[in-house]
């Protein structure tokens, strides 16, 4: 699956305990090197990203979950 979101084989791991309060007036977005108006590094699957939806939802529902600035 990490070769399907544009990862390489070191551990990975999506955080779902905490979300970000974006302080940065670009989102702190920068181009794919070499495409300048491309943003896009990755296609996360929808399995994937459902999983991580439901898993963040549980821990927020149960106020388990943290902002952070960034």
């Keep these: 699956m990490t070769q399907a979101i544009g990862l390489d084989d070191e551990p990975s791991w999506v955080i779902v305990s905490e ?3 974006d302080e940065w007036t670009n989102g702190g977005l920068s181009p ?3 495409k300048r108006s491309e943003f896009s590094y ?5 399995g994937l990203f459902a999983k991580v939806t439901a898993s ?11 902002a952070v600035r960034r």
């Design 19 to 21: 979300h970000s309060i």
């Design 32 to 34: 794919v090197p070499g």
């Design 42 to 46: 990755g296609f996360i699957p929808p």
């Design 56 to 66: 963040f939802l549980v821990l927020a529902k149960a106020k388990k979950s943290g």
